[in-house]
T-cell receptor
Framework: AQKITQTQPGMFVQEKEAVTLDCTYDTSDQSYGLFWYKQPSSGEMIFLIYQGSYDEQNATEGRYSLNFQKARKSANLVISASQLGDSAMYFCAMSDNSGGGADGLTFGKGTHLIIQP | SQTIHQWPATLVQPVGSPLSLECTVEGTSNPNLYWYRQAAGRGLQLLFY??????ISSEVPQNLSASRPQDRQFILSSKKLLLSDSGFYLCAYTTGSNQPQHFGDGTRLSIL
């Protein structure tokens, strides 16, 4: 069974600083995907970034990057130059691609990020 | 472009009443469809997923059911709601493996 662990229930960060949100995962599968989602207080789940288990390069999307360390089974999200609008819940999730990728995502419990001016 | 619609946004129901939440996807064919539930302050729990019309896989045994009567329509139902069914329900789709899941805006369900 897959498991996602996010050890930071909450974080306070000063505006314009970089933020690292931790995520470790556990799986026996060789093929899997790792995702980060942002959930503002309004509730919608916003996809941020994806990393495949066979991708050798760390994924980047604008101010978001994923620090993928496969041997350590970690997939930390890095947000550069944080903004007040980055305040939200952040969820790490993984998929199992071995069965064709149709299975749903396994989510961590999330990190509540608050950006302070 | 692809979009996902989910309704209603908010629902208050008495214990023992039936439930029907609807989700539709536009702009793509044969998507994989998912229903998740999020308890307050928690992560998402997968309830059901579907890879095609009439094909439903259940992840968590409960008094909820799902149906997919059309390619881009996914319905979450219950015959008799329990207090424990309260939560935030999210529908999602993906167009294939290694693709991100995209979520609807969710339904906040309160059971009284």
């Amino acid at each position: 069974a897959q498991k996602i662990t996010q050890t930071q229930p909450g974080m306070f960060v000063q505006e314009k600083e970089a933020v690292t949100l931790d995520c470790t995962y556990d799986t026996s599968d060789q093929s899997y995907g790792l995702f980060w989602y942002k959930q503002p207080s309004s509730g919608e789940m916003i996809f941020l970034i994806y990393q495949g288990s066979y991708d050798e390069q760390n994924a980047t999307e604008g101010r978001y990057s994923l620090n993928f360390q496969k041997a350590r089974k970690s997939a930390n999200l890095v947000i550069s130059a944080s903004q007040l609008g980055d305040s939200a819940m952040y969820f790490c999730a993984m998929s199992d691609n071995s069965g064709g990728g149709a299975d749903g995502l396994t989510f961590g419990k999330g990190t509540h990020l608050i950006i302070q001016p | 472009s692809q979009t996902i619609h989910q309704w209603p946004a908010t629902l208050v129901q008495p214990v023992g009443s039936p439930l029907s939440l609807e989700c539709t996807v536009e702009g793509t064919s044969n998507p994989n469809l998912y229903w998740y539930r999020q308890a307050a302050g928690r992560g998402l729990q997968l309830l059901f997923y579907s890879v095609g019309i009439g094909q439903i896989s259940s992840e968590v045994p409960q008094n909820l059911s799902a149906s997919r009567p059309q390619d881009r329509q996914f319905i979450l139902s219950s015959k008799k709601l329990l207090l424990s069914d309260s939560g935030f329900y999210l529908c999602a789709y993906t167009t294939g493996s290694n693709q991100p899941q995209h979520f609807g805006d969710g339904t906040r369900l309160s059971i009284l």
